[in-house]
């Protein structure tokens, strides 16, 4: 089964009267809440309460100075695009055990304007923010070799260059769609490479 639930914000010009500055501020912030309730007394003895607060925040500095009579802005605003995805796979062993994704993306100044103009615009920032999924193993040795792997390709880009060799080495996939650092975690991260990282680790020396 699947069920989603998608919320989608645009935004392509926004106006704040009285700003002055000319920097562009973007905030956001998630939160996910569960409150569960059981009462054997009551006909439906276990009662469950899902939340989801979302805050989007933009302080938009205007192209053009205010009016000095006015103190208005006089023309358009620097441009920006928004969009926030939540989405719940469910899972039929059990309604809490789904999964919840939440996705965004933000673009500013001239890069939103291009987006905007799009005919498919929302199609396309959809497929640049697919998230890239990998499952984690909560083995603690896979953990410990994951934080000892981690700690070292963010040393150095030499470091780094070194375990990708050796992951092609061991059999590992890299994703070649994506920069050499996030090539490097996600290789790490994958729960499929646990016993690859591990033969890795002891080669690097560090476990």
């Excluded at 990708?164 to 975690?185: E, F, H, Y």
Aim: glycine share 6%; net charge negative.
């Amino acid at each position: 089964m699947h069920g989603a639930l998608s919320l989608t914000i645009l935004a392509s010009v926004v106006l704040m009267a009285g700003c002055t500055r000319d920097t562009l501020v973007y905030a956001e912030r998630s939160g996910f809440n569960v409150a569960i309730t059981v009462d054997p007394a009551e006909s439906l003895p276990v009662e469950v309460n899902a939340g989801l607060k979302r805050r989007v925040v933009g302080v938009i500095p205007p192209i053009r100075e205010p009016d000095p009579e006015t103190s208005r802005v006089n023309g358009e605003a620097v441009n920006m695009f928004s969009r926030f995805d939540l989405i719940y796979d469910e899972n039929e062993s059990g309604v809490l055990l789904g999964t919840h994704r939440i996705s965004t993306a933000f673009a500013s100044g001239a890069a939103a304007l291009e987006i905007a103009k799009r005919d498919d615009a929302e199609e396309f920032v959809e497929a640049i923010t697919d998230p890239i999924r990998v499952s984690l193993s909560a083995d603690p040795e896979d953990v410990r070799v994951r934080r000892a792997l981690t700690r070292y390709v963010q040393d150095t880009d030499n470091k780094r260059t070194t375990y990708l060799a050796l992951a092609v080495t061991a059999g590992i996939a890299i994703n070649q769609d994506v920069p050499p650092a996030s090539q490097a975690m996600i290789a790490i991260s994958d729960a499929n490479n646990a016993e690859k990282n591990k033969v890795i680790a002891g080669q690097l020396g560090l476990i």
